[in-house]
Structure formats: C-alpha cells, structure tokens
C-alpha cells in the first residue's frame, strides 16, 4: 500500500491537523497525537535505544534457542570468547565477518556445527580514556561435549598444516560459559548507556540454527501487531508484505504512517488484538515440526 508524501489522502490531512502539501512537496505538520496513536521517534538517541532493545531480545532468544540439547544427545558445552582490538582505530565492519567464516572452516574440519551468537560491545574504559568508541566483541559458541574450544588468537592445526588464527586484530579471551546466555545479558545490561556507535556496526550476530530456532527467531522479528495475532510459523514475510503460511493471504497493514517533522505517527487501521501469551507460540502443532 503506498501512501501520499504526507502520509494521507487529503480528507485525512485535514482530520489530523495536517496543512497542505507545498509546491515542493514537504509538508509543515500542525498535528495531535490521539491516544491511539504511536509516535516513533527518529531521534539518534531514540533509535540507538530501539537497537539496543532488539539486540536484548534477539540474543536472550537464540541463547536458548541454541541451548536447546538435541532428542538423545546430551546438551552442547557453551564457551565464552571475548575478541578485543590491539590499536583503538583499528575497528573496521568486515572483521568479525571473516574471523567467524576461519572459525566456520574450523568446526567443518572438526565436524561439528557451527552454532554461535555475538553481540559488539563499546569498552567503557577505553572510550573514558582515549574518547574514543573502542569496540570489542562477546561470542557464545556451542560445541559438542569432548571438543574444546581453540584460543581465537593462535594458529590451529589442520590436515595441511598450520592455520592461520580466527582473530588477528588483537587480544581473544576463551573459557567455558557456566550460565552462557546470563553472560552475554550481563553485558547488555549497560549497553543501553553507550549508544555512541561507529558508523556500520553491527550489533549482533547469530548463527547455526536449526530449522525451529530459525522459525522461533523470524517470528520474534514480526511487528508487535502481527504477533499478537499469530504464532510462530502461521506469518512469513515476502516481497510483498506478511502472508498467512496456510492460505497465502496477504495481511493489510495494521497501521497508516503519517510523517512528522521528529519522525512518524502510526495510527491504528481497525482495532488490534491485545497480547495473549507471554513469549513465542505456535497456533499450530506442525508448525515447530
């Protein structure tokens, strides 16, 4: 569904306070938040705390998600890795990318799956210190009992020699995690006060899951809206837009967007079912099949 510059058709310009749209097509907002609208803000601050929010919940989901011991299997060890910089301005996005690419040659070579989630983090001494926004990394890494985890900052062996370490910017720091997903929480507990982050960073990372974490992870990425009204595997997300798994309908949008000049107003389309159940669910028994 595509909306005018403002948001609105004309009628609804009028009925939310909205003037005229310009020659230039900008629109000088006079408008009133109703109660049954939502304001999302575009603040820096504002989106960085979004982010942060995200993060928390993406990596308390797939922490467990991952922990989850296989039918005859026992549970997964969890080690702790931390990866820290040498030099300040040494950061740069495609690092973590590559370590964890050596690291998945790794766990093919040993035969074991690849199955991780990190998260970036800003060091709040160094950025005291030097004023700068130094960032470092925490891994959760999931292997098999028996099989230990090499230190990230060290060659490995292989069947052709030695190879190169998974991390080589630095500094690694690896030990077995007692309560994993506590760990990486501990750490994004203060996250939220250090939203000074370098362009491109990304805040987490998560991978290895099998077909249900994968089905769990999408749903928690729904808007608020659609998972209020459906379980985990009843939505997927197209091209064009949310469609129902069963039938292929395509849903209409919850919400029309106005903009305003300190980001957008969302105003309901038709009332909204309330929040049933606490944390992921499935409609449907298959669907975590």
């Given at each position: 569904?595509?909306?005018?510059?403002?948001?609105?058709?004309?009628?609804?310009?009028?009925?939310?306070?909205?003037?005229?749209?310009?020659?230039?097509?900008?629109?000088?907002?006079?408008?009133?938040?109703?109660?049954?609208?939502?304001?999302?803000?575009?603040?820096?601050s504002?989106?960085?705390?979004?982010?942060?929010?995200?993060?928390?919940?993406?990596?308390?989901?797939?922490?467990?998600?991952?922990?989850?011991?296989?039918?005859?299997f026992?549970?997964?060890?969890?080690?702790?890795?931390?990866?820290?910089?040498?030099?300040?301005?040494?950061?740069?996005?495609?690092?973590?990318?590559?370590?964890?690419?050596?690291?998945?040659?790794?766990?093919?070579?040993?035969?074991?799956?690849?199955?991780?989630?990190?998260?970036?983090?800003?060091?709040?001494k160094?950025?005291?210190?030097?004023?700068?926004?130094?960032?470092h990394?925490?891994?959760?890494?999931?292997?098999?009992?028996?099989?230990?985890?090499?230190?990230?900052?060290?060659?490995?062996?292989?069947?052709?020699?030695?190879r190169?370490?998974?991390?080589?910017?630095?500094?690694?720091?690896?030990?077995?995690?007692?309560?994993?997903?506590?760990?990486?929480?501990?750490?994004?507990?203060?996250?939220?006060e250090?939203?000074?982050?370098?362009?491109?960073?990304?805040?987490?990372?998560?991978?290895?899951?099998?077909?249900?974490?994968?089905?769990?992870?999408?749903w928690?990425?729904?808007?608020?809206?659609?998972?209020?009204?459906y379980?985990?595997?009843?939505?997927?997300?197209?091209?064009?837009?949310?469609?129902?798994?069963?039938?292929?309908?395509?849903?209409?949008?919850?919400?029309?967007?106005?903009?305003v000049p300190?980001?957008?107003?969302?105003?309901?389309?038709?009332?909204?079912?309330?929040?049933?159940?606490?944390?992921?669910?499935?409609?449907?028994?298959r669907?975590?099949?």
């Amino acid at each position: 569904m595509k909306f005018p510059a403002s948001g609105f058709s004309a009628p609804l310009r009028e009925a939310h306070g909205a003037e005229k749209v310009d020659a230039g097509g900008l629109v000088p907002f006079k408008t009133t938040l109703h109660s049954s609208s939502t304001l999302i803000s575009f603040a820096p601050s504002v989106v960085a705390e979004r982010r942060v929010k995200r993060l928390k919940v993406a990596v308390w989901a797939s922490g467990h998600l991952h922990g989850l011991a296989d039918n005859g299997f026992r549970p997964a060890v969890c080690w702790f890795v931390t990866l820290t910089y040498a030099e300040a301005d040494a950061w740069r996005p495609e690092h973590v990318t590559r370590a964890l690419q050596v690291y998945r040659n790794w766990c093919r070579s040993v035969g074991v799956a690849c199955r991780y989630t990190w998260v970036a983090e800003i060091q709040p001494k160094r950025l005291a210190s030097t004023g700068k926004a130094v960032v470092h990394y925490h891994l959760l890494a999931w292997l098999p009992p028996g099989v230990s985890m090499p230190q990230w900052d060290r060659s490995t062996r292989s069947r052709r020699g030695l190879r190169p370490p998974f991390w080589v910017h630095g500094m690694s720091n690896t030990q077995k995690a007692v309560a994993g997903v506590g760990y990486l929480m501990k750490y994004l507990s203060k996250l939220g006060e250090l939203t000074r982050f370098p362009k491109g960073l990304r805040l987490y990372g998560i991978g290895g899951l099998d077909a249900t974490g994968k089905s769990v992870r999408r749903w928690y990425n729904l808007p608020q809206w659609c998972k209020n009204e459906y379980g985990v595997g009843d939505v997927i997300r197209k091209a064009c837009g949310l469609v129902l798994q069963d039938t292929g309908e395509v849903l209409e949008p919850a919400y029309c967007v106005q903009r305003v000049p300190s980001g957008i107003l969302l105003h309901p389309l038709r009332a909204l079912a309330e929040r049933f159940h606490v944390g992921a669910y499935s409609s449907y028994p298959r669907a975590l099949a």
